[in-house]
């Protein structure tokens, strides 16, 4: 298994606070992506980096921000959670951003914003 | 426009029938196609890919897919499941890019 850890796996929070969730990966990868899960819709992309501090939005970034310091991390915070940003989070490496690569999945957060 | 289309949201199936998930892409440029797979509270993890050459793909647990350029397809098809395939199966497509783009996925239950 690809080593990806995500941190919380699950959290439960208010409408309206602020919530980080993170991605810590051992293999070394470039590309660090953040996808949510919603029934009907598969996965969409949120952020991706490309390199430490190199992010770019994806299809559904509005209301969320990113930030990567270091190779390892990649975090992901909801500036202000609304109900609507209840979902499953994955979190997602691969080794570079060539076409063919595989990309490499966690084990998933799920997040309920109540 | 959707890249990727999964028309099936959800296939039944007994155990040790064949069972084909379908994908269609929508692309004129070079694509890049896979096919994953998501047990229940887990993560993805990859079936198969095609790339370019042979347009039959195999992949683990016995499953394999067809690119068809002309039909622009790449169906998933395994002979004979089991009561352990059940699962959700989604195809994903690259456009010659550093993105995955997800189609919304099939259920595929397997019953005894």
């Known amino acids: 298994d690809a080593g990806i850890t995500q941190s919380p796996r699950h959290k439960v929070t208010e409408t309206g606070t602020p919530v980080t969730l993170r991605c810590h990966q051992t293999?070394?990868?470039?590309?660090m992506y953040w996808y949510r899960q919603d029934p009907g819709h598969g996965l969409r992309l949120i952020h991706y980096?490309?390199?430490?501090?190199?992010?770019d939005k994806g299809e559904v970034s509005d209301g969320y921000s990113v930030s990567r310091s270091k190779t390892e991390d990649f975090l992901l915070t909801l500036e202000s959670a609304t109900s609507s940003q209840t979902s499953v989070y994955f979190c997602?490496?691969?080794?570079?951003?060539?076409?063919?690569?595989?990309?490499?999945f966690g084990e998933g957060s799920w997040l309920t914003v109540v | 426009a959707q890249s990727v289309t999964q028309l099936d949201s959800q296939v039944p199936v007994f155990e040790e029938a064949p069972v084909e998930l379908r994908c269609n892409y929508s692309?004129?440029?070079?694509?890049?196609l896979f096919w994953y797979v998501q047990y229940p509270n887990q993560g993805l993890q990859l079936l198969l890919k095609?790339?370019?050459?042979?347009?039959l793909v195999k992949g683990i647990n016995g499953f394999e897919a067809e690119f068809n350029k002309s039909q622009t397809s790449f169906h998933l098809r395994k002979p004979s499941v089991h009561i352990s395939d059940t699962a959700e199966y989604f195809c994903?497509?690259?456009?010659?890019?550093?993105?995955?783009?997800f189609g919304t996925g099939t259920r595929l239950q397997v019953f005894p």
């Open positions: 997602a490496i691969s080794e570079s951003g060539a076409p063919g690569n595989t990309i490499y």
């Open positions: 293999e070394n990868h470039r590309y």
């Open positions: 980096s490309y390199g430490v501090k190199d992010t």
């Open positions: 692309s004129s440029v070079s694509v890049y």
């Open positions: 095609y790339l370019s050459g042979s347009t």
């Open positions: 994903a497509v690259n456009l010659n890019t550093d993105k995955l783009i």
